[in-house]
């Protein structure tokens, strides 16, 4: 069983604060997934990370994949209280025929105060 | 595009109730999924099914049975109930992709299961 463990696992800022959550593993990735939940609903989709030192940004959130597709960083400038909810990574696997089954990490919950 | 659907949103159970937890995705997908979520962990997969007829275990598939007869629905059945399997479950679909590059995934709302 591949493991993702994600840090902080509960993170309080006030608004305009940075912040940067951590997903990391032992095994290496394909590919990693980053979805935010918020309550009563289910996650989705923020991005998706393929190649090892990849770089994305999505407004003012920045995504990055480790060079040895090991771990991920989000990282998100002068936060604000939309961006409150529960953040999961999720990775998959390399074997192929998996049924292209995700691991998830234990999710970090980020509070934003105004 | 109503996307996946679960219903219900909430139920109560007594231990050793049987019920059924209802998915459908309008969205063509092949692959469909059932994740539970108990608090403060993340998602565990219970099933999945790469198409219709076709199902398979997660990582914790006991106590569940699922079956995938259309490409559409994909529902999860409890047969006896116990407070271990109170949670909040989740289905989700997504296209195949290959060399396990993870399409991404698209959830429903999920259904708030008590059992006591």
């Known amino acids: 069983t591949q493991l993702l463990e994600q840090s902080p696992q509960f993170l309080s800022i006030q608004e305009g604060e940075n912040l940067t959550v951590y997903c990391n593993s032992s095994?290496?990735?394909?590919?990693l997934q980053w979805y935010r939940q918020e309550p009563g609903e289910g996650p989705v989709l923020l991005v998706t990370v393929v190649t090892g030192g990849e770089v994305k940004k999505l407004k003012r959130l920045t995504f990055q994949f480790g060079d040895a597709r090991k771990d991920s960083s989000l990282h998100i400038t002068a936060a604000q209280p939309g961006d409150t909810g529960l953040y999961l990574c999720a990775g998959s696997p390399r074997v192929i025929n998996a049924g292209n089954m995700l691991t998830f990490g234990g999710g970090t919950r980020l509070m934003v105060k105004p | 595009n109503a996307g996946v659907t679960q219903t219900p949103k909430f139920r109560i159970l007594k231990i050793g109730q049987s019920m059924t937890l209802q998915c459908t995705q309008d969205?063509?997908?092949?692959?469909m999924y059932w994740y539970r979520q108990d608090p403060g962990m993340g998602l565990k997969l219970i099933y999945y099914?790469?198409?219709?007829?076709?199902?398979d275990k997660g990582e914790v598939p006991n106590g569940y049975n699922v079956s995938r007869s259309t490409t559409e629905d994909f529902p999860l059945r409890l047969e006896l109930a116990a407070p271990s399997q109170t949670s909040v479950y989740f289905c989700?679909?997504?296209?195949?992709?290959?060399?396990?590059?993870?399409?991404?995934?698209?959830f429903g709302n999920g259904t708030r299961l008590t059992v006591t």
């Open positions: 989700a679909s997504s296209y195949p992709t290959g060399g396990g590059l993870g399409s991404p995934l698209h």
């Open positions: 969205m063509n997908h092949n692959y």
């Open positions: 099914s790469v198409g219709a007829g076709i199902t």
């Open positions: 095994s290496v990735f394909s590919s």
